[in-house]
C-alpha cells in the first residue's frame, strides 16, 4: 500500500466518502422512518353530553417494525372532555430503536340539543298499475346533527301498494340522544286505465268420432283470466256442445274485459267420418187392459215410438194399428222397425179388453138458444130439432118438454129434453126459445059480395066484412056505403079495413045498375072453397085449384085469377081473387082463401149417419169440373110481384156459371154395410131460368161405381121453389157409401143449391162413433193494443164431425173479448153427440199499447191524478176524478181495468164541460199536436157524445169528436190531432159530455200539448 498524505485527502477519495456517507445516510433513514406503524380512527363526530362539550372515547394503535405492539400518545388523550367544536388530536409513537411514526384525526362535538336532518322526496305522482293502485318505492335517509347517519321510519314504508288518490306518508327520525325529526310527503296514484286485454286459454286442437252422419256434438272448456275483471267469460264460435259436422272446423273464441280490451284465440275440431252400426231402440207399452166401449169392444189408442242415433225419430209398424177397434178378449200386438242402414228392432204387447159394461148416457143434440118473432100476441109455434145418440143403441129419440111444434108464449121458455138408453142410463140437458113480443104487421082479410047486378029504382045493401089475426072481427068502411042509392051503371064499391096497428087492406067489388025491365045477366063464376094445405118445403105449397066461369047463354067464359093456378104459395093466408067478363062486357068476381101450413119434412126411420148443413163450408167435400160449388146464404124463390117469398137463410151448397159441369163429392164414404135399409134426404132448388140440356143431379158411390138417385133438369123440377127429397137406399148397402152433387148451369144467377144432405139407415150394429170433432183454429192471432187495457180481439174457430156435422166449439176467452197486453192462451172445445170431445189451443199475442210518437216539445201535460192543473165545470156538475172501470167483455165481464185517475163524466142530460182555465202560449211555434186517451162507452144514446174543444184567438172550435154509433166502442183509445191554426197565446182545452144515463160513461186521460220551434 502507498501511504496517504496527512492531512490531504485526495479528491477522489473524498468525493467517494461522502458520496458513501450519503447513500448510508439515505439508506438508514427510511428504514427507521417505516418501521413504526400507527392505526388513529377517521373523524368522530359526536353530540355535545352538556353545553360544555363530551367526553370522547377513541383507540389508537402502534406497531414496531416486527408486529410489536407499542404505546402511542394522543393529545387530547382518550376519555378527555372535548368543547364543542372540531378539536384535532395528535397521536405519536417511538419503537426501542429511537423509529417513530405520527398521525393526527379530528373529533368534531355538536353543539347540545341540535335535532336530527330529515331527508325526503318531494310529493310523488304516480300511474295506478292496476284497479287497486300502484307499488310506490321512495328513498328517506336521516343525520343526527353530527353528521352521522341515523334510521328514518316511514308509513306506508317505501314499497306497499297505494291506492288510487292521495297519500300522506309520514317519516320520523330519532338520534342518540332521542332528539327527533318528522316529516311528510304525498303520493298521488291517478286512476287506472286498463289496456291490457285478457288472456284466453283454449284446448289443444281435438279429434272426435261423429255419432251421426251429421257430426257430433262436441263439448269444450275455454276460460279467459284478466288483470281487472275478475271473471271474463270467453265466447265461442261454434260454441261449446254445439254439433259439428264431420270434417274440420275451426273454433274461434273471444273474450273482452270490461275496458273493452279484447283477445281471440283459435283451435280446431275434426270430426272423424260416422259408421251406423247401431239399430233403432223401439219403444212399446207395457201390457195393458181397457174397458169395452161398446159391445164390438174398444177402440184402442197406444204409443209405439223408436228413434235412431242416425234417423231420428222412426214410425213402428204395429198389427193392429193404434185407433183400431180390438175385440173384447186378449190381442197381441206386434210392432217392428228399420232404420236406413237396415238395422231391426222389434217388440209385442198385450191388449186385454174387458167385457162391456153400459154405464155411458146417451148424448144429447139440441140447439143454441133460439129466438123467434111472435107470430101472434099468443106466442109462436116454434119447431127445433133435438137428437140422442148412444154408443150402444144408437140413435135415439130424446124426450123434450114443451115438445118442437109446440105453441110458445111470448118471453123466454126453458126446453128440458131428455134421453134414456136400453141400459136405463140418462142424460138431460136444456135450451131457451125466446119469443120476442108480437109486431102486427098483417093487415086484415076483408071479405065483400060478388058483383052486384040490379034493376034501377031500388036501393042496394050488402054485406062486407073483415077479421084480423090480432084483432078479431073488424067493421070495414065502405064507400059508397051498404044501402046507398046507386045510379044507372057501374059503380065501383072499395072497402078498407084498418087494425089496431095500423095495418090496411082494400078490396072492391061492382054494383051494376040497369035500366027498369032489362037487367043485364053477369057471367056465373064457380069457385072452390076456402082451402087448406100443407106446404111442402120451407117456401110453402104448389096450389092447384079450378075456377070456372059462364055467361047467361050457358058460353064458357074466360077466368083470371091471382095468385094463379099452379103458383107457389108461401106459409100463411092468401086471398085468392077471380074475375070473368062476358061478351056483352058484363062482369062478375069471386074470391076464396088460400091457407099453407108449415112445412114439416117427413120422418126419417132409423139413425142419422151424416149431415151436412154446409154451416162450415164445402171442408167435408170435394170439387172438380167448374170450381164454381160455394157454400153461403140463398135467397130463395120470390113471389109473382118480386117480392122475396120465405128465404132460405141457412147456409147452402149453390152453384152456377158451370157451361161444363160443376160436381162437388163428398170426401170421405158413409159405412152402409150390414144395413137393412137406408135413405138419402136432402132439399133442392132449381132455378127458373135453367135452359134446356141443364140440371142438378145427384149421385150416389156404391160397390165401387157411381147411379144417378135424383135429377131435376129445365122443365123438370126448375120451379124456382125449394123442396125437400129423399131416395131409397136399397141396392146402395155397401162400405163405400158416398153422395156427388152435379150441376150444369151456363149463366150466373142461374142457380141451384141444396142443404142439409142426411144419410139414414135402419138395422145391423151402429157403427162406433170413436172420432172426435176436428177443430179449426187460427195458428195465432198477434194485434196491438188499442190502448193501455190490451185489445179487442176477433177470431174464426169451427168444429166439424164425421157423424154430426157442423158443430159450433166453445172457446174461452171469446172472440171478441178485450185481451190484455202479452201471451193468452184460447181454449176451444167442441163435443159431438157420443160424447166425443176435441180440444184445440192458440195464443193471442197483443203487443204493448205505443201512443203515436209526437213531435216537439212537451208544453202541457195533464194525467187527472193529484197535481192537477185547475179546471172549471158547467152544465151539469157531473166530471169526476177516479179510476175508471175500463171496457167489458162480451159476456159482461170486467177486462183490465184503467189503474190510475182519470177525468170522466156520466148523466149528463145537458152538456157537462170541463173547461182548463190556464192558457197555454203556442204564439210563435211553427207547429203543435194535442194528444189524449179517451173512452166512449157502447150503452151511449143517439144524439150523445164526447167532444174536445179549442180555444185560440178568442173562439172555441171541436177539434174531435165521438158520437154514438161512431167511436163508441167501449174502449181506450188514443188520439191526436193537429193544432195548426190554432198557434195562439190564449189556446186552451175544453172537454164536453153527453150521457144520460148513469154508466153510459166518457172518460179522458193523459192530455199533453207538444209543440215545435
Given at each position: 500500500?502507498?501511504?496517504?498524505q ?28 417505516q ?8 373523524d368522530?363526530?359526536v ?44 397521536c ?5 430503536a ?8 379530528a ?12 331527508i ?28 352521522r ?10 314499497g306497499l ?8 306518508v ?15 310527503f304525498?303520493?298521488?296514484?291517478t ?33 279467459a283470466?284478466d288483470?281487472?275483471?275478475?271473471s ?33 284465440a ?17 219403444t ?14 174398444a ?17 213402428p ?38 167385457a ?129 042509392a ?8 072499395v ?15 061492382t054494383v051494376?045498375?040497369?035500366p027498369?025491365g ?14 087448406a ?15 070456372s ?11 083470371e ?47 142419422r149417419?151424416?149431415?151436412e ?38 147456409s ?61 133438369t129445365?122443365?123438370?123440377?126448375d ?39 142426411e ?8 157403427p ?10 187460427p ?8 190502448s193501455?187495457?190490451?185489445a ?7 168444429a ?44 193471442v ?20 191524478g ?9 152544465g151539469?156538475?157531473n ?40 192558457t ?20 151511449l ?9 179549442v ?63
Amino acid at each position: 500500500m502507498r501511504p496517504v498524505q496527512s492531512g490531504v485527502i485526495p479528491v477522489a477519495v473524498a468525493l467517494a466518502i461522502a458520496l458513501a456517507i450519503a447513500v448510508a445516510i439515505a439508506l438508514a433513514a427510511p428504514a427507521a422512518a417505516q418501521a413504526v406503524t400507527i392505526t388513529v380512527p377517521g373523524d368522530i363526530s359526536v353530540l355535545a353530553t352538556s353545553r360544555a362539550g363530551a367526553t370522547v372515547e377513541y383507540n389508537v394503535t402502534a406497531r414496531d417494525a416486527t408486529g410489536g405492539a407499542l404505546v402511542p400518545t394522543c393529545e387530547p388523550a382518550a376519555g378527555s372532555a372535548f368543547p364543542v367544536g372540531t378539536t384535532r388530536v395528535e397521536c405519536g409513537a417511538t419503537d426501542a430503536a429511537g423509529g417513530s411514526a405520527s398521525a393526527s384525526f379530528a373529533v368534531t362535538v355538536a353543539p347540545y340539543g341540535a335535532i336530527p336532518r330529515l331527508i325526503m322526496p318531494g310529493d310523488i305522482t304516480v300511474p295506478a298499475a292496476s284497479p287497486a293502485g300502484a307499488v310506490v318505492a321512495y328513498d328517506v335517509s336521516a343525520r343526527d346533527a353530527a353528521g352521522r347517519t341515523i334510521e328514518a321510519t316511514c308509513r306506508p314504508a317505501s314499497g306497499l301498494t297505494f291506492p288510487v288518490g292521495e297519500v300522506q306518508v309520514r317519516c320520523r327520525a330519532v338520534d342518540a340522544v332521542r332528539a327527533s325529526a318528522s316529516g311528510y310527503f304525498t303520493v298521488t296514484v291517478t286512476p287506472y286505465v286498463d289496456t291490457v286485454p285478457p288472456t284466453i286459454t283454449v284446448p289443444a286442437d281435438m279429434t272426435v268420432p261423429a255419432v251421426s252422419p251429421a257430426g257430433a256434438n262436441v263439448a269444450y272448456a275455454a276460460s279467459a283470466t284478466d288483470n281487472v275483471d275478475e271473471s271474463v267469460t270467453p265466447t265461442c264460435e261454434p260454441p261449446s256442445a254445439s254439433a259439428f259436422p264431420v270434417g274440420e272446423t275451426e273454433v274461434e273464441c273471444r273474450a273482452t274485459d270490461a275496458a273493452g280490451n279484447s283477445a281471440t284465440a283459435t283451435f280446431t275440431i275434426t270430426v272423424s267420418a260416422y259408421v251406423d252400426t247401431v239399430p233403432p231402440a223401439l219403444t212399446v207399452p207395457a201390457d195393458m187392459t181397457v174397458p169395452a166401449t161398446s159391445p164390438l169392444g174398444a177402440t184402442v189408442v197406444y204409443d209405439a215410438h223408436a228413434r235412431d242415433n242416425v234417423d231420428g225419430e222412426l214410425e213402428p209398424e204395429c198389427e193392429p194399428p193404434s185407433g183400431s177397434t180390438f175385440p173384447v178378449g186378449e190381442t197381441e200386438v206386434e210392432c217392428s222397425v228399420t232404420d236406413a242402414a237396415g238395422h231391426s228392432d222389434t217388440a209385442s204387447f198385450t191388449v186385454t179388453v174387458s167385457a162391456y159394461v153400459d154405464t155411458v148416457p146417451p148424448g144429447i143434440a139440441v140447439p143454441e138458444a133460439i129466438t123467434v118473432p111472435a107470430d101472434s100476441p099468443a106466442g109462436a109455434t116454434v119447431e127445433y130439432e133435438a137428437t140422442a145418440r148412444d154408443i150402444v143403441d144408437g140413435m135415439i129419440v130424446p124426450m123434450c118438454e114443451p115438445p118442437s111444434g109446440s105453441a110458445f108464449p111470448v118471453g123466454e121458455t126453458e126446453v128440458e129434453c131428455q134421453a134414456t138408453d136400453a141400459a136405463g142410463n140418462s142424460s138431460s140437458i136444456s135450451f131457451i126459445i125466446t119469443v120476442t113480443p108480437y109486431v102486427d104487421t098483417v093487415p086484415p082479410v076483408i071479405a065483400v059480395p060478388n058483383d052486384i047486378v040490379v034493376a034501377d029504382g031500388a036501393a042496394v045493401s050488402y054485406v062486407a066484412s073483415a077479421i084480423d089475426n090480432v084483432d078479431g072481427d073488424i067493421t070495414p068502411a065502405c064507400s059508397p056505403p051498404s044501402g046507398s042509392a046507386f045510379g044507372i051503371g057501374q059503380t065501383r064499391v072499395v072497402c078498407l079495413a084498418s087494425d089496431a096497428a095500423g095495418n090496411e087492406a082494400i078490396s072492391a067489388f061492382t054494383v051494376t045498375v040497369t035500366p027498369a025491365g032489362t037487367p043485364p045477366t053477369p057471367p056465373a063464376i064457380t069457385v072452390p072453397a076456402d082451402m087448406a094445405v100443407a106446404a111442402t118445403s120451407p117456401a110453402g105449397a104448389v096450389v092447384a085449384y079450378a075456377a070456372s066461369a059462364r055467361d047467361a047463354a050457358g058460353a064458357a067464359v074466360a077466368v083470371e085469377c091471382s095468385p094463379a093456378s099452379g103458383a107457389t104459395f108461401a106459409v100463411g093466408h092468401r086471398t085468392v081473387r077471380c074475375s070473368a067478363a062476358d061478351s056483352e062486357g058484363n062482369s062478375a068476381r069471386a074470391q076464396f082463401a088460400v091457407t099453407v101450413r108449415p112445412f114439416e119434412p117427413a120422418p126419417q126411420a132409423g139413425e142419422r149417419l151424416f149431415l151436412e148443413a154446409f154451416d162450415s163450408g164445402l171442408s167435408r167435400w170435394t170439387e172438380s169440373g167448374g170450381p164454381n160449388w160455394r157454400a153461403g146464404a140463398h135467397e130463395g124463390p120470390r113471389n109473382p110481384d118480386g117480392t122475396p117469398a120465405s128465404a132460405h137463410a141457412a147456409s147452402v151448397a149453390k152453384a152456377d156459371d158451370c157451361d161444363a159441369g160443376c160436381t162437388l163429392e163428398m170426401a170421405s164414404p158413409v159405412d152402409l154395410s150390414g144395413r137393412t135399409g137406408a135413405t138419402l134426404a136432402l132439399t133442392r132448388y132449381v132455378d127458373r131460368t135453367l135452359d134446356a140440356g141443364e140440371h142438378l143431379r145427384i149421385d150416389v158411390h156404391s160397390g165401387g161405381a157411381w147411379t144417378t138417385a135424383m135429377e131435376w133438369t129445365h122443365g123438370a123440377g126448375d120451379d124456382g121453389v125449394w123442396h125437400q127429397e129423399s131416395h131409397d137406399l136399397a141396392g146402395h148397402l155397401s162400405s163405400d157409401f158416398k153422395v156427388r152433387l152435379v150441376a150444369t148451369t151456363s149463366t150466373a144467377g142461374e142457380d141451384v143449391a141444396v142443404d142439409n144432405v142426411e144419410v139414414w139407415a135402419t138395422g145391423g150394429a151402429p157403427p162406433e162413433d170413436a172420432a172426435a170433432p176436428v177443430i179449426t183454429v187460427p195458428e195465432g192471432v198477434a194485434a196491438a193494443a188499442t190502448s193501455a187495457a190490451g185489445a179487442a180481439v176477433g177470431y174464426a174457430a169451427s168444429a166439424s164431425d164425421a157423424v154430426d156435422g157442423h158443430i159450433a166449439p166453445v172457446c174461452r176467452p171469446q172472440q171478441g173479448s178485450t185481451f190484455t197486453v202479452g201471451e193468452t192462451r184460447v181454449t176451444c172445445t167442441a163435443t159431438d153427440t157420443a160424447r166425443n170431445t176435441a180440444r184445440a189451443q192458440f195464443t193471442v199475442t197483443v203487443s204493448p199499447f205505443v201512443p203515436a210518437p209526437q213531435r216537439g216539445n212537451l208544453v202541457f201535460m195533464e194525467g187527472f191524478g193529484a197535481e192537477t192543473a185547475p179546471w172549471a165545470e158547467s152544465g151539469s156538475p157531473n166530471w169526476t176524478l177516479g179510476r175508471h172501470d175500463g171496457p167489458r167483455n162480451p159476456d159482461g165481464t170486467a177486462t183490465a181495468s184503467s189503474d190510475n185517475d182519470v177525468a170522466r163524466a156520466d148523466r149528463c142530460d145537458a152538456d157537462c164541460t170541463l173547461t182548463l182555465l190556464r192558457t197555454v202560449d203556442l204564439s210563435g211555434r211553427t207547429g203543435a199536436t194535442m194528444s189524449l186517451s179517451r173512452y166512449v162507452d157502447r150503452a151511449l144514446d143517439a144524439g150523445e157524445y164526447l167532444k174536445v174543444e179549442v180555444h185560440s184567438d178568442g173562439a172555441w172550435t171541436t177539434a174531435m169528436a165521438w158520437t154514438h154509433g161512431s167511436g163508441d166502442d167501449g174502449q181506450w183509445r188514443h188520439v191526436s190531432h193537429d193544432l195548426a191554426g190554432h198557434l195562439a197565446s190564449d189556446f186552451k182545452v175544453r172537454l164536453v159530455a153527453r150521457a144520460s144515463s148513469v154508466g153510459e160513461d166518457v172518460a179522458v186521460d193523459d192530455l199533453a200539448v207538444w209543440a215545435t220551434g
